[in-house]
């Protein structure tokens, strides 16, 4: 259930103002799915994002506890966190607020290479090592112990790029919302970009020639991109049910399309 500004405890607004100062205008923030209040502070001086959860929250509190250990190694493809506090039942993270809208990932959009420069800024990072591994964390059920060990890497994940959490504006993306990363191989990233395209009307090769300007793509073992797409498929339809997973999956299977 979602929080607004003002009905957050008097005590938490407070400690909030303490950071920012006095708050001229609130604009709520309704997306997100691992945190139950999300809004742009705007001050005289400067606009901060806050976002947060109730500390009873288990799962939200783990997301936000992601953000704050992984924060300091994605400054070049994220906001900068500024403060957390806990404060009469709630866990507020303060970020930097970029001006950003969410990115076009359509046919010939002018947002794509600005996507692709974030996501290739993150490529890189090597991951903490009490960051889970991709697969155990997302396809344990699904993966033979053979099958494991080709998705088994050490760079940093953010594994949730939908157009929600990729902001542009002045010539650049950010990648926002680092609440469930995980290690694993870059071109996970990259491929579930890609399949982001497909879900915004790019064509097959389309998708598969901005995912090609990725190294991490272009040098994927092709087993373990077999591997990734059918135990995604299946992780899928267990979820979902088989004619439910049906569109999703085959944007996936069009991953293999490359030859």
């Known amino acids: 259930m979602r929080s607004d500004w003002a009905e957050l405890p008097v005590g938490a607004r407070d400690a909030v103002l303490e950071r920012t100062g006095p708050v001229a205008e609130v604009q709520d923030v309704p997306h997100g799915i691992t945190c139950s ?42 906001p900068r966190l500024l403060w957390q506090l806990e404060a009469e039942g709630w866990d507020l993270l303060g970020f930097e607020w970029v001006n950003g809208r969410h990115a076009d990932l359509s046919p010939g959009s002018l947002h794509l290479p600005l996507v692709a420069a974030a996501l290739g800024a993150a490529q890189g990072v090597v991951a903490p090592a009490e960051v889970p591994q991709f697969v155990d964390r997302d396809l344990a059920e699904f993966v033979t112990a053979e099958e494991r060990e080709l998705l088994l890497g050490d760079a940093l994940l ?73 135990a995604t498929c299946r992780a899928w339809a267990a979820r979902v049910g088989t004619r439910g997973a049906r569109p999703s999956n085959a944007r996936f299977e069009a991953l293999l399309t490359a030859g």
Do not use: I, Y
Request: proline fraction near 4%; include cysteine.
């Open 37 to 78: 209040f999300a809004a742009v502070l705007s001050t005289a001086a400067v606009r901060v994002f806050v976002k947060g959860v109730p500390v009873g929250d288990e799962r939200g509190r783990a997301a936000q506890a992601w953000e704050v250990a992984v924060n300091p190694l994605v400054l070049q493809a994220g």
């Open 158 to 230: 953010h594994t949730d790029t939908n157009p929600h959490n990729l902001l542009v504006d002045a010539g650049r993306a950010w990648l926002v919302d680092w609440a469930m990363p995980a290690r694993g191989p870059a071109w996970v990233d990259v491929a579930e970009a890609a399949v982001r395209l497909l879900e915004a009307g790019c064509r097959t090769d389309e998708a598969l020639a901005w995912a090609a300007g990725f190294e991490s793509w272009r040098s994927a073992d092709r087993a373990a991109v077999e591997v990734f797409v059918g």
